[in-house]
């Protein structure tokens, strides 16, 4: 690896870091749409920049143009909304297209003038990692740093401002002072990193790291820091596939369609990276992943049918009891217009788990499944009084699915409905028995009728 | 007795000093100097206050003086600024004119003895953070910039989670909550601001009838140690019950006063503007009928 690549390297990671991590924060006030206010913003004052320094193509007059304008168009976004009834993304729109056409205008301009064919000034439209001089990646190093300092020193401040800031502010904090300081340090590494990826693709960097991070944690310091790493690695995953790292790796080019050499282009291989980390976050992070979420769907339905099944059995067994009649396979299928292929699904699971047995013509409960059926009966039949009687207990514990909720309550609160009802002299028969069915009980005349199943 | 000027509060200039960093011996329950529940300056006096959005006002002409101890109902229909007074003495609106003083000084001089629970609408729920993480910004008054909260505000964080009933959940992220428990998380970070007066901007919307038992009883117990509670409230049936003082407010402060004398039917009818429901005067005249307070 040449010594400029390394360069290239740590100047995209470091930037990606310290976007991540203001990013995160700009996501969680949801604000992201301000990344993309402060960039479009910043090409005219790039232009301007320019102009004004006639020529000289200095790094950081064009940052200090970029900022100016970037904090210009956060101000008329905030005043347009003060002032007129415009929403905020309405005004964001605008402002930014505004800008964003000014600036294009402006390099247009300055490309017809003597000498403005080398200003070079589209790099900062689509960004131009793989030129990021010594110079570029220490102007990038000393903002990252800052920024993220800044985060690191205010992080209290900034947690509480961001999650509630009228708290914030009873408590005495300044949070407009807060909120500047919040949109200074965003406004700082968004125009540092226009160079690098293009105004075009700096929202990327601000969001992807932060909205991929949210996947794995519920903890905003353990957030911000997966947040800072991810950045860091779509920077140097971006600016090593550019390099040809892929090609070094496979020793042939994956990417390199037909004959074409030319390299690809960094600033899109960040953002592209950044996307890839980001679809699998959402495909397999714990709990807010798509992956685990079906899952625990297909759980909850196998073990409602699985459920259903014992309180079919129970009820068709209900007459007879305590003896343990053989149940007809039809009888049991009409009763929930199970398909066959399903039922005997069913029936092979509960047969495993011992808690049925199989007779010639039918099947029927074990006195181990007699029991789980009663309780999951009881359980059943509790709930469905309750909701006939009008639910007045904490609905706390109870703010699942309706459908799925007499599957997932926990035997004490079973129990505490039990002593509920019973306390209303609503419960027929001793609180631990099973009740017999509400729907024979002179209560069903009931319009309301819970029966859902 | 005269009140000894609170040297630390003067010294500090006010607008952008969050509350001072509390001495460690002037712990929570001890009155600042100069203040005492019986004597001094009232914890809250209101002025000639109008506020105003957008030039429409709001509220107009409040004049409103808060006797120390006592627990307060802020009662109003729907837009009667009931919010905007609480956020208005908070400074979270700016006041058209008038002025606030939190016993006997400015406001923004005072906020170490002020606790708020804002609507829980106000804040995204999806936030990571945990019901502890919440309820210890509570301690971030006092503990000033930069300081992280150490074990003190650690402690002081799960001895109030402890107190609304929520330890057991304090590593839950908030979404996880009910709105029950949410609004607990809610009332224990005030809590943990240990202050004189609170501020709760209906505190019984959406939880249950668990959590409204709960949280009335810990405002008594506030109260019974001297703090001053105030509370937008939008039941009027259980004003009675739960408040021992009330304010009717309407854009205008229609009465301010004991609830035995100032909770009548006339002054909610003009409260109300003759929008009192018949079912709200059924359960008035049931209760004035019952012999109660």
Redesign the interface.
Known sequence: MSGLTLTVLAGSALLGCASGVVGAFSILRRRALMGDLLSHAALPGICLAFLYAAGERDYHTLLAGAFLTGVLGVALVTFVCRWTRTKEDAAIGIVLSTFFGGGIVLSAIIQKLPGGRVAGLERYIYGQAANMSRGDVQTIAIVSVAAILVVLLLYKEFKLFSFDAGFARAQGWPTLALDLTMMSVLSLVAVVGVKTVGVLLVPALLIIPGATARFWTNRLGLMLFLAAVIGACMGAAGTLISAGLLTDWLGFDPLAFGRNRAPLPTGPIIVLSGTALFLLSLAIAPERGILSRLLALVRLRRRTAQENLYRTLYELSEPRLPELPVVPLPALAAERSWSPRQLSSLLKTADRAGLIARAPDGVRLTPAGLLSAAAITRAHRLWELYLIQGANIATDHVDRDADSIEHLLPPEIVDALAAELARRGRLPGAPAAVPSSPHLLPAQTHPANPQHA | MIAPPNKRSMTLPA?????RSAPTANQQGALPPGVSPTAGPPPIEVHDMTVAYHRKPVLWDIDLVVPPGKLVGIVGPNGAGKSTLI?AI???VPLASGKVEIFGRPY?QQ?HL?G?V?QRE???WD????AF??VL?GT??R?G?????NARERQRAAEVLEQVGMSAYADR?IRQL????QQRVFLA?ALA?DAQIY?MDEPFSGV????EQAIVELLQTLRSTGKTVLVVHHELQTVRQYFDHVILLNMRLVAAGPTSTTFTTENLQTTYGGRLTILDQAAEALRRGEGAP
């Open positions: 607008a952008h000093t969050p509350d956020k908070l400074g979270l923004a906020r002020v708020y804002p106000t804040v995204d936030f990571p953070v945990t993480d919440v910004m971030y008054g503990l910039w930069f300081l992280r909260p992220q009910s709105g029950g428990q970070r601001q501020f249950d009838a668990a959590t």
